[in-house]
């Protein structure tokens, strides 16, 4: 069925390093929307990407969607312990009449100090 | 404004009981979708409502269901509970339905099914 594939599941860094988390959809997405999960928290929303080829940034965050509008990115620079939690991608799916946000199964980010 | 509500934050029920799960959205919001969380299955979506009505549905057994009043409150009730219902429960508010507009979470219900 329709999905959203993320990868990596997990990611260890030194602080300081680079993370990226890929999101890739079977699909074409109208939208594509990021969250943050701290842990033992709820999903925060980040930013939504609209646009073929879009690139938002937030401070050390830079949020990318493809030109097909089936895949984004999320890359954080010179990651901070600020920045542990889960990064999930989402984006709506429609089936059988239905529309549904359907989140990927996230990047738990962890960060060394 | 205020964030997204949910009550109660914890609860324990034995196989077979019932559960309703209450969730207050965003002033304004109108949509409100449901998702169960946990380790394994990360976040499934259950449903959404949009002014009292059910918009859209996962796939999830008949014993989820849901309501939504006219103050765009909602409540998720579980019948005949499972083991395998134990995880956090997520409500979440929007403008939109449909996965149309960012979605506020609520700090969700941790059910244990015991």
């Known amino acids: 069925g329709q999905q959203v594939m993320q990868i990596p599941q997990y990611q260890h860094v030194q602080e300081g390093e680079d993370f990226t988390t890929y999101c890739n959809s079977s699909?074409?997405?109208?939208?594509i929307q990021w969250y943050k999960q701290r842990p033992g928290g709820h999903p925060v929303f980040l930013i939504q990407l609209v646009k073929s080829g879009e690139v938002k940034k937030q401070k050390r965050l830079t949020f990318q969607f493809g030109e097909a509008k089936k895949n984004s990115s999320l890359h954080i620079t010179a990651t901070q312990t600020t920045d542990v939690g889960t990064y999930f991608c989402?984006?709506?799916?429609?089936?059988?009449?239905?529309?549904?946000?359907?989140f990927g199964k996230g990047t738990k980010l962890s960060v060394i100090p | 404004k205020a964030g997204v509500t949910q009550t109660p934050r914890y609860l324990i029920k034995t196989r077979g009981q019932q559960v309703t799960l209450s969730c207050s959205p965003i002033?304004?919001?109108?949509?409100v979708s449901w998702y169960q969380q946990t380790p394994g299955q990360g976040l499934q979506f259950l449903f959404e409502?949009?002014?009292?009505?059910?918009?859209n549905k996962g796939n999830f057994p008949g014993r989820f269901s849901g309501r939504q009043f006219s103050n765009s409150r909602s409540e998720m009730n579980v019948s005949t509970l499972e083991l395998g219902d134990s995880a956090l429960y997520l409500c979440a508010s929007s403008l939109v339905s449909g996965g149309g507009s960012e979605q506020y979470f609520g700090p969700g219900t941790r059910l244990t099914v015991t």
């Open positions: 989402a984006g709506p799916y429609s089936g059988a009449g239905s529309y549904q946000l359907t």
């Open positions: 002033s304004g919001h109108r949509s």
């Open positions: 409502y949009f002014s009292e009505t059910q918009r």
């Open positions: 699909t074409t997405l109208s939208n």
